[in-house]
């Protein structure tokens, strides 16, 4: 190969990586401010709290899509089409985020004993797992949605309580509607998982 056509595959070389890095946001840059979701149920003055064998409660990381992988916010354009939000990133992925806000919303709203699904093994108790089935901005309604399919079991018991929780709040698509939306709207959800699970008899 002479330095000519050297050149020239090195340039294109360099183009094919430079286009796969902006195709996969390795190229473009991180937003200023990065989304967290907050518990908007009041706190108590004190958490100081114990609990007898089996009635602890351990939230586990939900199940998610794979369009949800990822710290960028989904938009549902159509049926069969995702794009994102621009501008708007999470700190973290919305599986763990969503785990965080429902376990401390549990805390703050509950007398209960609340345990990360890694800390199961000291005492499972009351398990709440499930699959965080939306969580994004759907743009044919121009709502964010949070859909969270939930299960309430007894570690080792032979029966389990499931239940679909649904919240839509108003959003324009932009980065300054649906970072507030959708942290609303995570918040309904919580609050109402929380509500289920203390009136729950498992």
Do not use: H
């Given at each position: 190969m002479t330095l000519r056509l050297k050149a020239i595959a090195s340039i294109a070389l360099a183009a094919t990586l430079t286009g796969c890095a902006g195709l996969l946001g390795g190229g473009g840059k991180a937003p200023a401010t990065l989304l967290d979701l907050t518990s908007d149920a009041a706190a108590p003055a004190q958490m100081n709290r114990s609990a007898v064998a089996g009635q602890v409660v351990t939230i586990a990381v939900p199940v998610i899509a794979k369009e949800l992988?990822?710290?960028r916010i989904p938009v549902q354009a159509s049926p069969t089409s995702v794009e994102y939000v621009a501008n708007l990133?999470?700190?973290?992925?919305?599986?763990?985020?969503?785990?965080?806000?429902?376990?401390?919303?549990?805390?703050?709203?509950?007398n209960r004993v609340v345990l990360d699904g890694m800390q199961g093994a000291l005492d499972p108790g009351l398990l709440v797992s499930g699959q965080l089935q939306r969580f994004g901005y759907d743009a044919a309604t121009g709502n964010v949605i949070v859909e969270y399919d939930a299960s309430l079991s007894v570690a080792g018991g032979n029966r389990v309580d499931t239940r679909r929780f649904t919240a839509t709040v108003p959003a324009n698509g932009t980065a300054a509607t649906v970072g507030p939306a959708l942290n609303s709207a995570a918040n309904q959800v919580a609050n109402e998982v929380a509500a289920w699970i203390g009136n729950s008899s498992v």
């Amino acid at each position: 190969m002479t330095l000519r056509l050297k050149a020239i595959a090195s340039i294109a070389l360099a183009a094919t990586l430079t286009g796969c890095a902006g195709l996969l946001g390795g190229g473009g840059k991180a937003p200023a401010t990065l989304l967290d979701l907050t518990s908007d149920a009041a706190a108590p003055a004190q958490m100081n709290r114990s609990a007898v064998a089996g009635q602890v409660v351990t939230i586990a990381v939900p199940v998610i899509a794979k369009e949800l992988r990822t710290v960028r916010i989904p938009v549902q354009a159509s049926p069969t089409s995702v794009e994102y939000v621009a501008n708007l990133q999470w700190v973290d992925t919305p599986d763990r985020l969503f785990q965080q806000l429902l376990s401390e919303t549990l805390r703050r709203s509950t007398n209960r004993v609340v345990l990360d699904g890694m800390q199961g093994a000291l005492d499972p108790g009351l398990l709440v797992s499930g699959q965080l089935q939306r969580f994004g901005y759907d743009a044919a309604t121009g709502n964010v949605i949070v859909e969270y399919d939930a299960s309430l079991s007894v570690a080792g018991g032979n029966r389990v309580d499931t239940r679909r929780f649904t919240a839509t709040v108003p959003a324009n698509g932009t980065a300054a509607t649906v970072g507030p939306a959708l942290n609303s709207a995570a918040n309904q959800v919580a609050n109402e998982v929380a509500a289920w699970i203390g009136n729950s008899s498992v």
